[in-house]
């Protein structure tokens, strides 16, 4: 078999351009998988929780007559919600650090009294390490009587953990 060299030449050429936008092609394609998939293999799964929870005071701590730094046992649920909390209070404004299994959580919140009766209360969560690293959430609700802090003070709301 004869091969004509113009031809030869000619057809090198067209196949090295065949192969070379095959190549094209292929890179493309992986870029654009490699795109879609990525993001989903990374993204850790968040999961928002409704919360309640219940501050009593510490044993031995007497904040009937007011505490500007009021330590508390934190009980709550989910389970996750149960430890100590420190709260730094400077009217009208609250600075809770809870203490938590897995982590410290941060949360101001803001509330005003009718008589000695919290009412209006809203807040959110403002930081977290550990488990609670990004944390992000909100209180809905506070309720409790600032004269008999024994009884404790409810809380309710939303956390998203990721």
Known sequence: M?????????EKTNM???NRRKGALALVGALALVSAVAPS????????YKISWTILPDKGVDCQAGCAKAPGIVKGKPKFFNGK?????????????YTLKGGKLKLTWKSSLNGTQLIKTSGKFTSGTGK????????TKVTG???HPE???????TITLK
């Open 151 to 157: 009884k404790g003070f409810k809380f309710t709301g």
């Open 2 to 10: 004869l091969i004509n060299p113009a031809n030869s030449k000619e």
């Open 132 to 139: 609670f690293k990004g944390a992000k959430g909100k209180v």
């Open 16 to 18: 090295f351009r065949t």
């Open 41 to 48: 293999i990374g993204a850790a799964k968040s999961k928002t």
């Open 85 to 97: 909390v420190l709260s730094v209070v400077t009217p009208p404004i609250t600075k809770d650090t």
């Open 145 to 147: 009587d600032i004269a």
